[in-house]
């Protein structure tokens, strides 16, 4: 079974530009949820999808916004880039609904630079 | 709200001796405690999960811990650490109510000498 899928792996952007990530969860995963990755404050929420809907959302300013499609796929998008926005963007997948204590698994990340 | 702990940013140890990594947590109820690898340029490969079941709950790659309610931690262990350990470590606490989120620790970065 294949596992947590992102794209791209690396991205390389400009200050101001916007980014779009991808991510397939696990086959028969209906919830996805994203997290930042940065040496400085290490991993944070992001956001949390199910069934299309967004069901939770982190400290992250509008710029951050995401969607889940009916084949519970996702994307996140990245307006107005800053280069604090630079990060691995990491994207999970769990089989239901989150609830606390589900079993979340984890992709390798889509590496953002922002120059 | 919920939070985690892990006391070491930096462990080394040598291969062969065993592995030690510490965290506490802090919940208002009764915790869902993870601990979670990353290898170099890697995602996230969870290791072990803590559901309020048995207090030593065994991962993968030989990896076990234990939770302790009147301590408030949750650390990790192996009795022999091996070259393929060295990676970051994480201890996540799951977020209370109708969530899925992770609240991650600091992460513990294991070396490990030959």
């Known amino acids: 079974k294949a596992g947590v899928t992102q794209t791209p792996r690396y991205l390389i952007k400009t200050r101001g530009q916007q980014v779009t990530l991808s991510c397939s969860p696990i086959?028969?995963?209906?919830?996805v949820s994203w997290y930042q990755q940065t040496p400085g404050q290490g991993l944070q929420f992001l956001f949390e999808?199910?069934?299309?809907?967004?069901?939770n959302k982190g400290n992250f300013p509008g710029r951050f916004s995401g969607r889940q499609f009916s084949n519970s796929r996702s994307e996140m998008n990245v307006s107005t880039l800053e280069l604090g926005d630079s990060a691995l963007y990491l994207c999970?997948?769990?089989?239901?609904?989150?609830?606390?204590?589900?079993?979340?698994?984890f992709g390798e990340g889509s590496w953002l630079t922002v120059v | 709200a919920q939070s985690v702990t892990q006391l070491d940013s930096h462990v080394s140890v040598s291969e062969g001796t065993p592995v030690l990594l510490r965290c506490n947590y802090s919940?208002?109820?009764?915790?869902?405690l993870f601990w979670y690898v990353q290898h170099p340029n890697k995602g996230l490969q969870l290791l072990l999960k803590y559901t309020s079941a048995a207090t030593l709950v065994k991962g993968i790659n030989g990896f076990e811990a234990e939770f302790k309610k009147s301590e408030t931690s949750f650390h990790l262990t192996k009795p022999s650490a091996h070259m393929s350990d060295a990676a970051e470590y994480f201890c996540?606490?799951?977020?209370?109510?109708?969530?899925?989120?992770?609240?991650f620790g600091q992460g513990t970065t294991l070396q490990v000498k030959p």
């Open positions: 086959s028969g995963h209906r919830s």
């Open positions: 999808y199910f069934s299309e809907t967004q069901r």
């Open positions: 919940s208002s109820y009764s915790p869902s």
């Open positions: 999970a997948s769990s089989p239901r609904q989150a609830y606390s204590g589900n079993t979340i698994y």
């Open positions: 996540v606490v799951s977020d209370s109510g109708n969530t899925g989120k992770l609240i």
